[in-house]
């Protein structure tokens, strides 16, 4: 549904268009995974954020893997999320909500098409949903069949994260990159009040495919669930407002939530113009940081790293710009799991340079593990004490 016919950055090439119809044909004839309903329900959760009544925690891998839907990662997520939530609620006196990267985070935008090794050219992985992580041409080449695995792990991720929702009398609600628009679109359904992405309940676009004449911000201005765009630190005033126009035209709190990924070193200098003018505009978004794909460098082992104390130096920022604005710091985006994995360095059971090849196991960006996952909750329960106090 709802091809425009625009250029798409960051597609796969797919070896063989049949196969790749074929496979966004079974999806559009599956079930759905999510309701429009909770789509609808979601989006007012978010009005309360935009408000200044709620918070936002959004959280999860990078990249999900089908190997990674077990019942002890996908419950160590969810245990995560729900803890930061509770302990930041606490601090904050006032709801989360908690939204997991997960159930179809499958697909990665890539700085460069291609990877190298050893004199040999293969495509670069693009996520579970496209290839193989393995280096070799079989894994590596783009297979549409993943799209319906894809499908299916998500659906038995989300089964496991209704019966936890359940059990615990809570709410969680799922989110993914819309990248692979085949996937997106397959999976989108026409209802009386609109076109909705029946695959999550919230999908963003990333830093690299947010272009106001691109497919991405069309799919998404199209479709009635609660979208996010990310920010990076190259954004300037009039392409926020631009996305705003493009994606909330009739300023529906709750229904636009944007994540300033700007970095450490920038978030201070560039994030309070975009905040100052997007509120000028009349326009009541969720302003979301991501503290961690602004800060990312290669250790000397080769790993792809973030420290902790840079990741709390763009939180803090993002709160200074905030405060001083009188604008609501609604909420914070992580890449973190359940898991102790060693691939940021820092926290409170500091993870070294020389640990981190003891447990890297993200298939793309490094995550916060549990430990450093509630560090920051901390930090961030704190932080909005703080900022609480500072209002009255
Ligand atoms: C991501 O969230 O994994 C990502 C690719 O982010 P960004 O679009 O901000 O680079
Ligand atoms: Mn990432």
């Not at 979301?288 to 082992?301: K, V």
Request: charged share 25%; with cysteine.
């Amino acid at each position: 549904m709802l091809d425009s016919g625009l250029p798409a950055a960051q597609q796969p090439s797919w070896p063989d268009p049949a196969a790749l119809a074929a496979a966004a044909g079974a999806l559009a004839a599956s079930p759905a995974l999510v309701l429009p309903e909770e789509c609808d329900r979601l989006r007012d959760r978010l009005a309360a954020v935009a408000r200044g009544e709620s918070l936002l925690l959004q959280g999860g891998d990078c990249a999900e893997t089908f190997d990674g839907v077990t019942q002890e990662q996908v419950t160590g997520k969810f245990r995560t999320l729900n803890q930061m939530a509770a302990v930041i609620s606490e601090g904050a006196v006032m709801p989360v909500v908690t939204l997991g990267r997960m159930a179809g985070q499958y697909a990665k935008p890539r700085s460069s098409p291609m990877e190298t090794r050893d004199d040999q050219s293969l495509p670069v992985y693009r996520g579970d949903l496209v290839n193989g992580q393995d280096f070799h041409t079989d894994s590596r080449t783009p297979d549409a069949a993943r799209l319906g695995r894809a499908y299916r792990v998500s659906a038995t991720t989300l089964n496991l994260l209704r019966a936890l929702t359940a059990r615990q009398n809570t709410e969680f609600w799922t989110s993914h990159e819309a990248l692979v628009l085949e996937y997106d679109r397959a999976l989108t359904r026409g209802t009386p009040s609109g076109a909705y992405n029946l695959s999550a309940h919230l999908v963003w676009v990333g830093e690299r495919t947010r272009q106001l004449d691109g497919a991405h911000i069309d799919f998404v201005s199209r479709i009635r669930n609660p979208v996010a765009v990310k920010l990076g630190p190259t954004t300037t005033p009039d392409d926020a407002l631009a996305l705003v126009d493009r994606l909330d035209p009739d300023r529906e709190p709750g229904r636009l939530t944007f994540i300033s990924r700007m970095g450490a070193g920038a978030v201070r200098d560039v994030l309070p113009d975009l905040v100052a003018k997007v509120t000028a505009s009349g326009a009541q978004v969720v302003w979301m940081c991501d503290p961690m794909h602004g800060n990312t460098f290669s250790a000397a082992s080769g790993h792809k790293t973030r420290r902790f104390a840079d990741i709390l130096d763009e939180v803090r920022g993002f709160f200074e710009v905030h405060a001083a604005l009188g604008t609501h710091p609604g909420g914070i985006h992580a890449e973190l799991t359940g898991e102790h994995v060693t691939e940021c360095l820092g926290g409170t059971y500091e993870v070294t340079p020389a640990d981190l090849p003891i447990r890297y196991e993200s298939a793309c960006d490094p995550r916060l593990n549990r430990s450093q996952s509630l560090d920051l909750a901390w930090e961030l329960a704190d932080l909005y004490a703080k900022h609480q106090l500072s209002r009255r």
